[in-house]
């Protein structure tokens, strides 16, 4: 089945700084690839997706970048502000109505 | 947007009862529903997917008799923990993807579920 390994596992940068966490995913037919912002005691919140016909996906500071080829895809968040500190996970999704496959997370913290 | 309501947002029981936890798509046809649980510090773990008017699929190591699932209507989903004990401790949470096209999946706030 799929497997989705994300890096790193925590993350600290400075406010206005940029921050980029990496995902890979293992099974060539996953086709949909959404990124989740967590905050404490709360439901994961989709911040930007991609699927694989795209190759950059672009809202804001934040934008995703998918590379089919090499199995991977990142997020990248310009301009980092306190609020953006959270857990981020990626998922990757083989088709149809199929549950996503998490990463691990990252832990974002941005020092004002 | 979407909207999933998941209630209760917490919960506490005594060991042995049983709780159960409510999902609500709001503005569309949940056709599949999908349920998770996340130990502090870690990823979300399907547990299990739901088909409305269908059982449910459970992954392995999750056990049906304990985790029951309904999903009866279009709009509501519904996992009740039986017999629970403190292992069962967790933060639950439910996600639902419409039928109708591909237009994403929509998580509820999630139930922490604290057994005593």
Redesign the interface.
């Given at each position: 089945g799929e497997n989705v390994e994300q890096h790193p596992s925590t993350l600290s940068v400075q406010e206005g700084d940029s921050a980029v966490i990496k995902c890979t995913y293992s099974d060539s037919a996953s086709n949909y690839f959404p990124w989740y912002k967590q905050e404490l005691g709360k439901g994961p919140q989709l911040i930007i997706d991609i699927r694989s016909n795209v190759g950059e996906k672009k809202d804001q500071r934040i934008a995703v970048t998918l590379n089919k080829t090499a199995k991977h895809f990142s997020l990248h968040i310009t301009e980092t502000q306190p609020e953006d500190s959270a857990v981020y996970f990626c998922a990757a999704r083989k088709g149809g109505n199929t549950p996503l496959v998490f990463g691990k997370g990252t832990r974002l913290s941005v020092i004002a | 947007g979407a909207v999933v309501s998941?209630h209760p947002s917490w919960v506490i029981c005594k060991s042995g009862t049983s709780v159960k936890i409510e999902c609500r798509s709001l503005d569309f046809q949940a056709?599949?529903m999908?349920w998770y649980r996340q130990f502090p510090k870690?990823?979300?773990m399907?547990m299990a997917?739901s088909?409305e008017g269908s059982k449910a699929t459970y992954e392995q190591g999750v056990e049906k008799d304990k985790f029951l699932i309904n999903h009866a209507s279009l709009t509501l989903s519904t996992l009740t923990v039986t017999s629970a004990h403190p292992e069962d401790s967790s933060?639950y949470?439910c996600?639902a993807?419409s039928?109708q096209g591909?237009s994403?999946?929509?998580?509820?706030?999630?139930t922490?579920l604290t057994v005593v």
């Open positions: - | 998941q056709t599949t999908f870690q990823s979300l399907l997917t088909n933060f949470i996600s993807t039928g591909f994403g999946y929509t998580f509820g706030s999630g922490r």
